[in-house]
């Protein structure tokens, strides 16, 4: 196994793992990895997190977007939170940590295209998400209701008015009432549906123009 065999079976990925090199080539999965390691101090290899890797430039033919490798990194999972309200512009900054949500044990990667958070949900929340494309690649984000849901169910405390205002939601037209209070009931938490009819009065507000959105 040499780099331009490499190149030729995954030039065209975002990024690959051992266990596809392993079953393209008759080496032990040791000796694949070893030569990884090597490639990685000579810059023609990148670390993604254990086992999960990248070419580095010149060698990749595609470019790894952050967006769709958040959920490859750490599988399953979805986009949401703050990064996924910053996707659909429902507020004024530009979240550049990746916040993912999982069924699965919290975890956390940095590597040199960005640092991806994965915060623990429970199963039966796990849903609410839909694939997107950006230059040619798929990824799973979460709805703007969901995203907002997600968002308030993760982060400790009480949405009260004062602190719903603190974000500085816009475009709340984008976000569905339905939706949003359908998919809070299954969440279970009345705390969660205290945020949502706050949000709901906030909302309407803004769409009479008595607040500033």
């Known amino acids: 196994m040499n780099l331009g065999d490499i190149v030729r079976i995954v030039g065209e990925l975002p990024c690959f793992d051992l266990a596809l090199l ?23 290899v990148i670390g993604l997190r254990r086992g999960m890797y990248a070419l580095a430039e010149p060698y990749r033919r595609a470019t790894p977007n952050p967006a769709v490798l958040a959920g490859r990194l750490y599988r399953p999972s979805y986009l949401s939170g703050l990064w996924a309200l910053g996707h659909y512009d429902l507020i004024p900054e530009r979240v550049v940590r990746f916040t993912s949500v999982t069924p699965r044990v919290p975890s956390r990667f940095e590597n040199p295209f960005g ?51 603190e974000m500085r939601y816009q475009h709340v037209a984008r976000v569905d009432a339905e939706r949003l209070g359908r ?24 769409e009479e123009g008595t607040v500033a959105l």
């Open 22 to 44: 392993t079953q393209a080539f008759d080496d032990r999965r040791e000796g694949i990895r070893v030569q990884l390691s090597r490639w990685m101090k000579q810059g023609k």
């Open 115 to 165: 640092v991806f958070d994965y915060r623990n949900i429970k199963q039966a929340c796990f849903f609410g998400f839909a694939s997107t494309g950006v230059a040619g690649q798929d990824f799973f984000v979460a709805e703007p209701e969901k995203a907002l849901l997600d968002h308030w169910h993760l982060t400790e405390g009480e949405w009260t008015t004062e602190r719903i205002d």
């Open 183 to 206: 998919y809070a009931q299954r969440f279970q938490s009345p705390r969660l549906d205290r945020a949502v009819q706050r949000w709901l009065r906030m909302a309407g507000d803004a």
